[in-house]
């Protein structure tokens, strides 16, 4: 228990260590022959694939962080208590992969911090900075307790549970509230740039309220692949719970978008089956409306594999509905061709590799579950064990 | 405050390309030949075929929404009119080129210390009061210098003059809120290879009247949130207490 466990060489490892090589190579050319050498971005197309995925996908996936930790501690529903940690982890990770996008993405990474000292309170982005380096800092301090656990220093968490969590967890969500708009208002700027499908003034308060579902279903998701990676059953009666809410907060999100599109007289444009509406469409009905229904039958609840798939169904539609404001929604405003690199794609993928090993790490190092550290994993049928 | 600017006359430019040379030689570029607006090219005159020519260059908006979207105010609108860019302070993120409606920005892809280049209006000359490269080499007068006021005025003459040379308005007269530039077009923007879907009305604002409200926003939130912290907590006193006393009860 007290000793750090080494990880098995096992094939799955042997190809990350080989995008671990290829990342580091793609960064080195980054840093040598500039962002044009490994990237499709051009100046018609200045942000793509790590924007849209990495930035913004990685945010909102972070959501459950402010979410679960809303639910716990400012609502007191205690019972949903075990899934904290395990939400606090993902969104801390989430954060240093955003943080690690950002270094390879901005220009001149080396001048990140210049948001502390040359402000512009009218830029969005500059919201968008301080939001980053503050609920970094928040993650982190909400971090620290399951390392300071894990040395059996008890003394300091009695007092910081008592106190400061509290007002982590406030300051987390107040700066979450604000970091998943801004991240929409980014594109308040371009209303002549972004296809009418998704540029809305209202497009910080449809970032933010989506986050909330999204944030709910990463938490099934997460437990899913901590099922596939320790065997590990977390608790179906509150998964099945959260997906009752998160069948709640996605029609409320859905209800939103869809008021948006008719109010902004785009109704009739979904339907003329063009590729801009046939985005949307998969968007919102594959991605929104058929995972909301699902979620509010009691069978799909009830069957943990059905109810994982219906979660990982909510997820792939937020992270569209993302990609499709960076990505698709620009270029279909602007004309702008785009297609990522394959060194783009090799770097998103290996930043979400980067997070999972992190994971991995941490739950067999650190108190994440209730359990305390986990053991290496039992060589259980996943799939059988679900559906038992 | 007299905010200079440029008048760009489509119907007298020749296209005889001194602009864009005049321009590199002025910010000691390499001299080459323009084919769109890039790190190294400011100014690009487009051939449109039938004698019919466009400059694209920064158009030095009267409130620049690049300004306004600098997390960093690396760009500043100069009390001149020029806009420009400060390569100390910029961290590369890229979003003037995104927020640009006349997509000006434009980035050093293979470098490795990335600036962001466009257009200066030659302020090193205006604030000498000397006209921009591109004025003063103009052999026929299709690009003006002086006082944004006294251009306007101009262009409204020309207009009023000849109204059939010209498609109707002064482009940049309203464009994003009023440009420092302006173009008197003999073709409509679109057809002149300019953004025609340019909203007349400055971009900043749109944004601002989000940020605006966080300062009202977040402390309500906070306050529902820090309230239902203290409402939730305490039902969980009570039941505590009575569940205590429940128990004392049974004794």
Known sequence: MTKFTIPRITFWRCITVLLAVLVAGIVVRRFTFGLGSISNLHDGMPWGLWIGFDLLCGVALAAGGFTITAIVFVFHLEKYKVLVRPTILTAFLGYLIVIGALLVDLGRPWNIWHPIVFWNPHSVMFEVGWCVMLYTTVLFMEFLPFVLERFGIHKPLRLWHRYLTPVLVLAGVLLSTMHQSSLGTLYVIAPQKLHPFWYSQALPILFFVSAIPLGLAMVSVESYLSLRAFGKRLHPEILRDVGKATAVMLMFYLTIRIEDIIVRGEFGNIFAFDAASWFFLAEFVIGGLVPMFLLFRRDIRENSLALMGTQTLVVLGMIFNRMNVTVTGFQLGTGASYIPSWMEFVLSIGMVCIGMILFSFAVRNLPVFEEGPLEDPRPTDPIAEMTR | ?251
Request: glycine share 6%.
């Open chain 2, 1 to 251: 405050m007299s905010i200079y600017g440029l008048l760009f006359d489509q119907t007298e430019c020749i296209g005889c390309g001194a602009c864009e040379q005049a321009c590199q030689a002025e910010h000691d570029q390499e001299p080459h030949e323009v084919t769109k607006l890039d790190d190294q090219s400011y100014n690009w005159v487009e051939d449109l075929g039938d004698d019919v020519f466009t400059r694209h260059f920064c158009m030095n908006c009267e409130d620049p929404t690049c300004v306004s979207v600098c997390p960093v105010a690396a760009f500043t609108k100069t009390e001149l009119g020029p806009v420009v860019w400060d390569a100390s302070k910029c961290m590369g993120c890229r979003y003037c080129m995104l927020a640009c409606p006349f997509e000006i920005p434009k980035f050093e892809w293979y470098s490795r210390n990335p600036r962001i280049e466009k257009c200066d209006m030659c302020i090193h000359r205006v604030s000498e009061r000397l006209p921009t490269a591109c004025a003063s080499i103009c052999p026929t007068g299709a690009t003006t210098f002086g006082l944004r006021e006294d251009l306007l005025r101009e262009a409204h003459r020309r207009l009023n003059d000849n109204p059939e040379r010209y498609a109707g308005r002064v482009y940049g007269e309203h464009e994003a809120g009023g440009t420092s530039v302006l173009m008197l077009l003999s073709k409509d923007p679109a057809a002149s290879g300019l953004p025609a879907n340019v909203p007349h009305e400055s971009l900043p604002h749109l944004t601002w009247s989000v940020l605006e409200r966080l300062p009202q926003i977040i402390p309500v939130w906070g306050v529902f949130l820090g309230g239902m912290y203290w409402l939730t907590d305490r039902k969980n006193t009570v039941a505590d207490i009575e569940g205590y006393q429940r128990e004392h009860d049974d004794d």
